[in-house]
């Protein structure tokens, strides 16, 4: 068994998870100063207030499973990026504390701030994440000893402001759609229409980032492509038929359930709609990681890129953690069904609410 | 200034200020389950109301512990990537431990905790406490052993890869039971539940004293302070037993904390004073041969000086002293304020004692202070090493990070943690003033919601 070949997987799980569970949350931010009256403010609020921590938390491990299977990875990644990690975590304390903090005071003013403290959070978050994954597809400028040696200015070209928004509007559109399934009424109806917008909007910027990609970094498809381009490892020049016979299935899922997405709003049937929308999510990611695999960090020169095997950790380490992510991951699934269970059906604001 | 010593202060303040609130959380969170046990077992309203007023305390403190928190994770790789190349093999595994044991385990039954009381049977709230605060220790068990490693480095080898040498794990549950990892997470524990503790105390004293709430305040009181005597007392035990550790384990840090140059046998135990590494003078009140009797069990033992090292390896005894001093010197008057508060109980003469109450609001900071200076003196006290013996602090920062970047972060941090202090101070301050009892957010005076109805507000 290949473990790095395993934690390339988990780490994939694990970032899937994060998008498509924060995704919903950023995205509810993202809309909330879109709703003008305080009671559907605080319905958008508590829509996600018992489950918004939760969801962070899978950003939280991603980051320390990263740290713990690929350190090269989380050392590089995490240096390369300093500003625009230092721009998220200041993002994600003022949307922590804004949601916190808002209802506390019945003062406007004092709710207006936290209102857009809550919104500009998660929307300067959506957009760096989208900056990051755009960067790891272009190739980051990395020199032979693995240290970053551009500058904050470099990570952002016309792709990756791109992709910043792509992922800002898709999450968007996803937390739209989460909010349809929470609210009634005429918010209802409000969030509809943003929904639809959001979707022509994701569907466009969709097929422009799929150009841009497929002609500024063909490499790309080089795991899809049955051995007709040159596979870099292994792995995948053994098993090449079926690896691109899986991603040429990612890709139909892909295009299905973007498609489904318009017409389960359409009927009105929210439920399967996010289970779209959150299929969506699921195969963009596995499309980036089939891409890029066996790398996790691309750069400009590839023989600097960052890969499963020249920036893991031990195999005992690797051994070891997947012991504990098997025992782990079942209970995290766990807790998260019940707690998602627990509040299941349409927000309601009680004495405990935000 | 230098990329390293930019990212040390970046580190020092991003840590001191997110240690403010984790051990609030962790000591509230057994107090939430003693009250919420009682009132579950007596099923009397005056535990309903103490539970969900000290249920909305605890949670402005945890969603600030939270959001500060992961910018520590972050930091390991952004400011310190060199360090996370050494040693992320073996540190970076407690840290995914964390998150998929406490942390998923914290923030699932937390929802439960925060808006469930309404929605859940009695004893799935009740559960869902306990699995808060035992997850809150949990998180608290990874983290320390992780920087217990840093202080204790064992069960790994040296490899080199790419002509880059790094630690790797030999032994996964050697590196989890280091030497110190299990008496350090006792003693951080026992510092968190005294300051859990003593919000609880300080918050009841001032509704004594004001004459509020006095059932209420009487009672949270009381279990407060069987609380906080017992874990003062205990901590007294752990103490010892962890400086034990230390000076087996880490002598320079050890003769630091107590300004000691020369090995010694007899070495004496400073209960204050002051140490100057020029003169390598320690002046103070002194009990003789107590070092010695302290970590050797014998008053005529020897004990290391700071001598028995070259000068570049010693860390800044001065301010190691002082901030451990004052650690201990904390810890001993919360164990004589709570014993005496203990036996005035007895007497029934605690609550009416004016000037002791007033102390007790006050006294919140103590713990705080405790907790804050005993992480100053252990982290201090391992420097200039980032990894005891192995890695030098000024070795281990991003290379890739300039100096600009950090001082960017770093004012934003200021800036940042500056207001978030405020906003709290002032929400916990509104909370307390606001008092128990039912606070239903969902109807306000003076504040409508175009005639819509507010639903869900059972049991009120």
Known sequence: MDFHVVWYLLVGVLLIGYAILDGFDLGVGALHLFTKSDYDRRIMLNSIGPVWDGNEVWLITAGGALFAAFPEVYATAFSSFYLALMLVLCALIFRAVSIEFRSKEENKTWRKTWDIGFSVGSIVAAIVFGVAIGNVIMGINLGADKEYAGTFLDL??????????????????????????????????????????????????????????????????????????????????????????????????????????????????????????????????????????????????????????????????????????????????????????????????????? | MDVALLSRIQFAFTASFHYIFPPFSIGMGLLLVIFETLYITTNKKVWETITRFWIKVFAANFSVGVATGIVLEFEFGTNWSTYARFVGDVFGSPLAAEGIFAFFLESGFLAILLFGWNRVGKKTHLFSTIMVAFGSMMSAFWIVVANSWQQTPVAYKLETVNGISRAVITDFWGMVFNPSAMVRFEHVVFGAFLQGAFLVLSVSAYFIIKKQHLDFAKKSFKVALIVATVVSVGQLAIGHKHAEVVAETQPAKLAAFEGLYQTTKEAPLYIMGWTDTETQKTTGIAIPGMLSFLTHGDTQAEVKGLNEFPKSEWPKAGAVFQTYHIMVGIGMLLIGLTLLSCFLLYRGKLFSNKWLMKGYVAAVILPIIANQFGWFSAEMGRQPWVVYGLLKTKDAVSKSVTSPEVITSLIMFFIVYALLFFVWLYVLDREIKHGPGHDDNGVEAGYSHKGKKIEGLKGL
């Open chain 1, 156 to 354: 952002f070209t016309p792709f990756t402001l791109m992709t910043g928004v792509f992922n800002l509007v898709m999450f968007t559109m996803h937390g739209a759609i989460y909010l349809l399934i929470k609210t009634e009424g005429e918010l209802q109806q409000q969030i509809k229409g943003y929904a639809m917008k959001a979707f022509y909007a994701f569907a466009t910027i969709f097929l422009i980032i799929t150009a841009m990609t497929l002609y500024l970094k063909p490499e790309m498809l080089a795991n899809f492509s049955f051995g007709t381009v040159a596979a870099q490892h292994p792995l995948i020049a053994n098993y090449e038929t079926a690896v691109s016979v899986f991603a040429w299935m990612v890709i139909v899922l892909n295009i299905l359930s973007i498609m489904n997405i318009p017409r389960t709003i359409t009927k009105g049937k929210y439920m399967q709609a996010f289970i779209s929308s959150a299929c969506t999510i699921a195969a963009l990611v596995m499309l980036f990681a089939l891409g890029i695999f066996p790398n996790l960090l691309v750069a400009h020169d590839a023989a600097n890129s960052i890969n499963i095997y020249n920036g893991s950790s031990s195999e005992y380490t690797l051994e070891t953690m997947f012991k504990v992510a098997i025992i782990g991951m079942p209970l995290v699934l766990v807790y998260t069904s019940l707690i998602y269970w627990t509040y299941k059906g349409k927000t309601r604001l009680d004495e405990h609410s935000y």
